[in-house]
């Protein structure tokens, strides 16, 4: 099994892209290279380019898709259309550069490819530069793209801007050593990713089970809108829930009048609780807490379901007013509208410019409810998966924030490192 061992750098030189260990080369990227040349697409209109084509084709959306290694395409064209456009066919282990739209997107591929006019396809020179070295140079670098861009209708960079850009070389041997350790980090971060969509997976299964089945032991059923369920179970509409003068509160913009202030309830705030803005909390009738359901009324992703969490309610939010009952959990009831209803919500909205949830569609959704000692069990088995997603998602968090320190000071020798077979 291998060793690694890392150790200070203290002997440093001055280049005009940093402070690098004296042992360190610098380089334009051209003079690493065999051969560096973006691609070209067949005409569209050209059936023959792309019926039953065999050559795999890369698009921006491939390279963001497939991440570090790219091994797939959503499309591949023919021999013919090969020819007969400026595609090329790129080496394996090549790194592909994205020169605009997701500007200095990169991936590595592991099959042999053609690739757009967006993409670089850059192949090293073996012997002078590793292609897993390159690929995390250029992730480390993917934030100063911008700056060497041109800016037209939208930034994006040239075959000589990129050959021109200058990096640090270490001996083959440590830029192999640099790319190993990072790989290992990637290896944990997908390994984490796996586990999180595993768990996604088991999560929809078992609500399935529980929707329609429960948890407890049910002797008798009975036939409804939304299929078979416990005899004892009881079938409500969403407007059956809610206080019937208003049954839900649209929030507003925020006001920071007055000295008084709190979260502002925004997406930002509940997806990843990065607090951005800040409003006064005068009115009642806007707070939130973190037993509220709130729904995102306005945008692109009208009809999704949120948690509350503490602040004053957004303006594209509305909050769910539910009555004052001790025969609902809340809890469950998340669940129930995030499993059943916030899909429908979502493919089914109203506006010509801006989309909003169907407040009709909405209101005069089914809701199941069985009996509260089994609407918390239910909600609580779920609980325990969530808890386990939240608890890998922070874990993956910090991994991303270790493995961009540690990136930062193995590319530019700050840290050195061999590996000891």
């Given amino acids: 099994m291998s060793k690694i061992s ?42 023959e380019y792309y019926e039953n084509g065999t050559i795999p084709f890369v698009k921006i959306e491939d390279l963001t898709q497939n991440g570090k290694y790219l091994t797939k395409t959503t ?32 991936s590595i591929n592991k099959i042999k490819v053609a690739t757009n006019q967006a993409i670089l ?105 939304l299929g078979r369920i416990p005899a004892e179970w009881r079938v409500r509409k969403v407007k059956d829930l809610l206080n019937l003068r208003k049954p839900l509160i649209k929030g507003k913009k925020p006001t920071l009048e007055g000295n008084d202030l709190i979260p502002y309830v925004n997406t930002e705030y509940l997806r990843v609780d990065k607090i951005t803005q800040y409003s006064s909390a005068n009115n009642k009738d806007l707070a939130v807490n973190e037993n509220d359901i709130l729904i995102l009324w306005d945008g692109s992703n009208a009809g999704e379901i949120f948690k509350g969490k503490y602040g004053i309610l957004g303006s594209t939010f509305v909050r769910f007013n539910f009555i004052k009952t001790r025969n609902i959990d809340r809890n469950y009831i998340f669940y129930f509208f995030k499993a059943r209803i916030e899909k429908i919500l979502k493919l089914i909205t109203q506006g ?34 969530d808890d386990q997603i939240e608890n890998l998602k922070k874990q993956k968090d910090h991994l991303q924030k270790v493995k961009k320190k540690f990136m930062d000071l193995l590319l530019t020798g700050k840290i050195r490192v061999k590996i000891h077979s």
Avoid at 17 to 39: M, N, Q, T
Avoid at 78 to 106: F, H, Q, R
Avoid at 165 to 178: A, G, M, S, Y
């Fill in 121 to 225: 396809g850059i192949v090293p020179k073996e012997k002078k530069l590793n292609s897993e070295f390159l690929y995390y140079w250029f992730l480390k670098f993917k934030p100063n793209w911008i700056k060497y861009a041109k800016l037209t209708t939208q930034a994006n960079l040239t075959k000589p801007i990129v050959e021109k850009i200058k990096l640090p070389i270490p001996p083959l041997e440590e830029q192999k050593n640099i790319a190993e350790v990072l790989k290992d980090f990637d290896d944990l971060l997908e390994n984490i990713e796996k586990q999180i969509k595993t768990l996604e997976r088991v999560k929809k299964g078992l609500m399935n089970i529980y929707f329609t089945k429960g948890v407890f032991k049910h002797e008798t059923f009975k036939d409804t809108e």
């Fill in 352 to 385: 010509t410019g801006i989309p909003h949830v169907d407040k009709k569609i909405l209101l005069n959704r089914v809701v199941l409810l069985p009996p509260l000692k089994e609407q918390k069990a239910i909600a609580e088995r779920l609980k325990t998966i």
């Fill in 6 to 47: 890392f150790y200070r750098e203290i002997n440093f030189k001055k280049t005009e892209i940093g402070e690098i260990p004296r042992k360190w080369g610098i380089s334009p990227l051209k003079g690493k290279v065999k051969k560096i040349k973006a691609g070209g697409t067949p005409k569209t209109t050209i059936k």
């Fill in 75 to 106: 499309l591949k064209i023919t021999e013919k259309g090969l020819k007969n456009s400026s595609a090329w066919i790129v080496p394996i282990n090549s790194v592909l550069l994205a020169m605009y739209g997701s500007l200095g997107e990169v």
